[in-house]
């Protein structure tokens, strides 16, 4: 499993602690739109690292992003292996040709 997997695993389970005790059982607890709303700040906050060309920053943060990311799907029910199956049905086909089929 990695580490990417354990995560998401670990905020499937947190989807019903105690949010007295979970950070992750807080955010969801807020509901979807709150999910999102951090999912953005962390994603703004990764873009201005990239921009300053930090490195340690940026890894830092885009590990932020993908904690959120997760977070934020969870919430809508849409699992780590719904993305990564999403991703294997695009494998091999051309980006512009995946994004003319969405039109």
């Not at 019903?16 to 951090?38: F, N, V």
């Not at 199956?85 to 695009?90: G, H, K, M, P, S």
Request: aromatic fraction near 2%.
């Amino acid at each position: 499993m990695t580490a990417i997997q354990r995560l998401a695993a670990t905020i499937t389970a947190r989807k019903g602690a105690d949010p007295a005790e979970s950070w992750t059982a807080q955010l969801l607890a807020k509901g979807p739109e709150k999910c999102a709303e951090k999912f953005g700040e962390e994603a703004v906050e990764a873009i201005i690292e990239a921009v300053k060309g930090d490195r340690a920053r940026l890894t830092a943060e885009a590990a932020d992003v993908i904690y959120h990311l997760l977070v934020m799907l969870a919430a809508r029910d849409v699992t780590l292996d719904d993305v990564l199956a999403e991703l294997d049905r695009r494998e091999g086909q051309s980006g512009l040709a995946e994004k003319a089929a969405r039109g």
